[in-house]
């Protein structure tokens, strides 16, 4: 699947379509944690995407590490008072953290006695009670843990209680509190802490945390370290994406360390692409398990939640992992892009910072973006049992709607362009809690091939579940658009290999076939689309087979394109399901052999146990403006699990 450059619904009761099963709540299903075993193959590879998708839900986090985005609650909200000079730092540090990859350090001098200080984490983002905070309804115990720089520190911890002396002049604050540790004296060392919670009135909560101190007690100042602040509040039934990456560097063995671009790592760390989690949603469909398309449910929860936000029926290539979207500073709920990074300064990250802090590239709106996310709802509806009123089927039908109107000025006059490409506008201060303004998607005129066969199987599928005859001739007419592009890609790549070509190319008000870059998935995901031209286009997979191999230790799997030099896993399990569909089963199998030994390879201990990672050994050069790294990835272990499975998320079938 493409990358980007640079690099919320309670489950109802509800039908199965292969038996009279009735899923009620995700939690319920679930239990207790999910323990991490040493499962080997496709069930080891479901236990890996079950664990992530509850990274975030399993509690309700306020810090673990710098933009892992799974916050529910900012340290925004400083108060300094007795003194005209403010002087709290609050940043992260990589020196010895409790857990994971950064602490917050927290650096304050009095300037007297008087000088008191509040830190407190605020929902939403620098409210003071302008708004309600979050109904934490349910939760027992907030944790952290604390150390200090000397073992002199003298802090206080406390829960709740906010805007009880702050602002009265704001109408909301919090309904319990505070609740607090009373001041106390840090250990140089990691201790865990915790505030009891039962028996409080939980229902608003906009301050969940906060550290406080004043001169009288730290006369000379002080330094101390903060992290893995949690409330045990479970979100296990709420709309979620799953980060795409699982970049846990005690986790990663030393080669994956040396590939691992540092400037790139930023942008991998909290982005949930959405390619990657409709991977997830047919993986999940595959094992025949309720409780599994339970958790498909979620995912395509939260794709209709952001199609409906989005306003015109589209969604963008990539959001931030934690809440879907939440409310902002302004009180508006609006989604959430990766790498806006909770930073820790002092009333940071500001409001008028975001454009920066966002990943604008995640903004963009590919044809395949809406393709995949269409190809999800729908096979959640038909494992849903096909209901003709489904929120599944209507937003698949708002995203062809979207491709129909947005992408259909193409250059040959037949099949669909690449989409809209984000373009961020110089920031302007009056336009501070309005990002609609901030930027503009630009279409493109540019076509590829596997956007197109992707589309085709949208446009098919739609037009299979239309009752309406006019619609339903629609449909028919887009998926004939998009089948003649693909056929046009084949025909120019008969000539090199009989193979199909990337798309097309569009400068100046010219195009001509995309000769130079040849990557694997037009052939893979052509063949994959139309299942009743796999014999005649199965020389596609030996073009495939022999030019896109790449021989390793674990035996031979292929690559991003002709352009790699190692084992591309995403990939490698889209060939073996495209040999699926032209009945090779035995060259499959050795694929998935390969894949299997990659998993066995590549295990390291904690929670990345059952993951396939998205290169092997080291990056996967594309020929494109993006590598591919030797870190846990949800669309390479979904892929897998897929092909080993015989299902086809193209066509929400089994392979024959």
Known sequence: MERFNSTVVRLSHS?????????????ILLGSTIVV???????GALEYLRREMDV????????????????RYYPSGALELGTETPTLVVEHSTVNPARGRTCLKVVWKPTGEDHTVQLYWQFPEHNWGKFPGRDLTGADTLSFRARGETGEELAEF???????????????????????????QLSRDWAEYSIDLRGQDLSNIIGAFCWTTSGRFNPKGCTFYLDEIAIDKKLLDEPRLVR??????????????????????????NACHVSDNAAMVGALCSSGSQTDVARARLICDAFVQLIKTAGDGHIADAYCC?????????????????????????????PHDAPRLEDGSAKGAMASTQAWAGLALLNIWQAL??????????????????VSANCSEAPLGFGFT????????????????????????????WQVTQHNALLYSLFLRLAMAEKDVDAKATWIRLADSASRFVDWAFEQGKTDGGRFVAGSSFFEGKFWPNMLQRPLDANTLSVLAFPSKADPWSGALDWVMEKCGADEDVGRGYGYSTASQDIWPEGSGQVAAALLSCGKSKQSALIIDVLETIQNRTQAAGDSKGSIPAAYPKEVLTDFDWKYYPVPHIAATSWYIMAKNRYNPLTGRRLQ
Request: aromatic letters at 10%.
């Open 15 to 27: 039908i199965i379509a292969c038996g009279a099963v009735v899923i009620t709540s995700l939690a």
């Open 37 to 43: 075993s040493a499962a080997p193959g496709a069930e």
């Open 56 to 71: 975030f839900s399993s509690r309700m986090i306020l810090y673990d590490d710098e933009a892992s985005g799974g916050e």
């Open 158 to 184: 406390v829960f709740g209680g906010f805007n009880k002396e702050q602002r009265p002049d704001m109408p909301f604050r919090d309904s319990c509190g505070p609740v607090t540790t009373k001041p106390m």
């Open 244 to 269: 795409s990456f699982r970049i846990e560097r005690s986790e990663l063995s030393p080669i994956a360390l040396a590939a691992l671009d540092p400037a790139v790592e930023p942008f991998l760390l």
């Open 322 to 350: 934690g809440a879907v979207q939440d409310k902002d500073w302004t009180g508006v709920v609006r989604p959430r892009f990766p790498y806006r990074a909770n930073r820790g300064e002092k009333g940071m990250p500001n």
């Open 385 to 402: 049992g096909s209901p003709d009123d489904s929120q599944y089927l209507a937003s698949a039908k708002s995203l062809g709607r979207w």
């Open 418 to 445: 690449g989409g809209g490409l984000w373009e961020a506008k110089p920031f302007d201060p009056k336009d501070a809690g309005k990002p609609e303004k901030w930027g503009v998607l630009v279409p493109v005129k």
